[in-house]
């Protein structure tokens, strides 16, 4: 009988960012974020939301982390904002803002919660923006490199586990080429091409700050969201189209990473829009890490093609295709096991789920309950995939729910509800969801329940 059981050290967690959650994005000092700006600019975001509030986790993290406890919580992912710690980018350090982590962190040691910190997730200082046009310079990667080296020299005595940035294509393509994301600019391909370039650099930059600046051996990894390939049906030809589709995905970032080069169809592919890199930048983004996390909500179904030069098919979605309370975010939990599969097949890695999770319509009922049985029932499938993936000794060591809480979801604003626990945004009341009493249980008999 499977009992749906995982790993005994499996890692169950949960995510957030810095400019989701915490609110107050100006105290004690800090300087303000190109998401700030953004998001007070009218027109940018729904409702013209902004995160000035959040869900207030900056004033009230001694009370999320009690929550977390009480889920029973192996491990918290949240990110560092840069522009708290250093409000110019570069140069004078923010003590207060480096104390803020430094509290969260003592407090979820002190309540056996392992902090997963990310050093980067999209909240860039507006400093640089307006000093170097932000990551279409590649003075903003160096200085990312600088902002990691000073901060692992000061959590590294607490802190094990890194991600250097989350997902590289919402803070290049979709903050400079669509624009929908700050800063807000639509610009032509090449210069797009140099920022993502310049993002894996950040990355690799940040991999060598933390190696020559932990005080104790180093994890380290990022947070990517990859066209997360699913063979349409599970034949041998479908499957290897998939993994082949799931490699072209990854082209211009996980590729360059974890095999020192930009694959040859992406540079033909790109002709004249190729980011200007040296030889020795690829070295630097190419630095060993120890695993991949994947940012994982929607599948993409690969069919075998002949007909196409690389053998595969990405298929249209078809008008009515069920989805969560979100566009994008069609349901297809097959990727939390062709995720972790493929990353093994293809580059030997151990990977994280470091985000899975999705939008729904939460509404508090009157007995004070939030019955999110859709979002229960999302998560429960994502966990049965993942159990296949663990069960077939895949490597998949560890798996954070988006999100812990509600948060603002960037350019959607508050209506968009993530969370595990519902955040009332009139008084910042938490409450858990069914979905958390669900994650709950999970997490204490380390199987799908
Ligand atoms: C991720 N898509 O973003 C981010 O890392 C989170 O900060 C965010 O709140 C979460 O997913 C939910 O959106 C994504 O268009 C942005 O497919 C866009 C997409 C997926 C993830």
């Known amino acids: 009988m499977n009992d749906f ?39 940018t975001i729904a409702n013209d939301h902004n995160g000035d509030i959040g869900a207030g986790q900056y004033k009230k993290y001694k009370e999320d982390v009690q929550l ?3 889920l029973g919580l192996k491990a918290y992912r949240f990110s560092i904002s840069w522009s708290r710690i250093f409000p110019e980018g570069t140069g004078k350090v923010n003590e207060a803002g480096l104390q803020y982590y430094q509290n969260l962190i003592d ?66 393509r979709s903050g400079y080429e669509s624009g929908v994301f700050a800063p807000g600019l639509k610009l032509g391909s090449k210069a797009v091409a140099q920022t993502v370039h310049n993002g894996c650099l ?35 030809e479908n499957i290897n189209a998939a993994r082949t589709s799931f490699r072209h995905g990854c082209a211009d970032k996980l590729v360059p990473m974890l095999e020192g080069a930009y694959p040859d169809f992406w540079l033909e592919n790109m002709g004249g829009n190729v980011p200007e890199y040296t030889d020795e930048e690829m070295k630097i983004i190419s630095s060993p890490i120890d695993f991949v996390g ?34 994008w975010l069609r349901i297809g939990p097959g990727i939390s096991y062709w995720t972790p599969r493929f990353l093994k097949e293809l580059w030997g890695v151990d990977s994280y789920i ?51 809480m509600d948060n603002f979801e960037w350019s959607s604003g ?19 969801k069914l979905s958390a009493k669900f994650y709950r249980e999970v997490i204490k008999a380390n199987a799908v329940v």
């Open 414 to 432: 508050y209506d968009k509800r993530f969370g595990l626990i519902y955040v009332n945004y009139q008084t910042l009341e938490r409450t858990p």
């Open 202 to 236: 950040a990355h690799g930059l940040a991999v060598q700050a933390i190696r020559a600046n932990a005080v104790k051996p180093a994890k380290i990894g990022l947070a990517e969201n990859m066209t997360a390939a699913v063979p349409v049906y599970e034949i041998e």
């Open 354 to 404: 470091t985000e899975n999770g999705c939008a729904a319509q939460d509404k508090m009922s009157l007995d004070g309950e939030v019955y999110d049985t859709d979002r229960l029932m999302y998560l429960r499938q994502h966990f049965l995939a993942a159990q296949r993936a663990v069960s077939e000794n895949i490597p998949l060591k560890g798996y954070f729910v988006w999100s812990l």
């Open 68 to 70: 977390m406890r009480w």
């Open 294 to 327: 994947s940012n994982i909500y929607a599948p993409t179904y690969v069919e075998a093609d002949d007909n196409s030069p690389f053998g595969f098919r990405n298929l249209e979605f078809p008008d009515g295709y069920p989805k969560m309370n979100m566009d």
């Open 107 to 172: 407090e979820l040691l002190a309540n056996g919660i392992e902090p997963w910190p990310t050093m980067f997730h999209w909240d860039l200082p507006q400093a640089l923006e307006d000093r170097f046009g932000g990551w279409q310079s590649k003075d903003t990667a160096k200085a990312f490199g600088d902002f990691v080296a000073y901060v692992t020299s000061k959590i590294s005595d607490r802190v094990t586990n890194y991600f250097t940035v989350n997902e590289i294509v919402c803070f290049t």
């Open 5 to 43: 059981k995982f790993p005994a050290d499996f890692l169950w967690g949960a995510a957030t960012a810095s400019f989701q959650v915490e609110g107050y994005p100006l105290a004690d000092g800090a300087g303000p974020s190109n998401w700030h700006v953004f998001s007070h600019k009218p027109g």
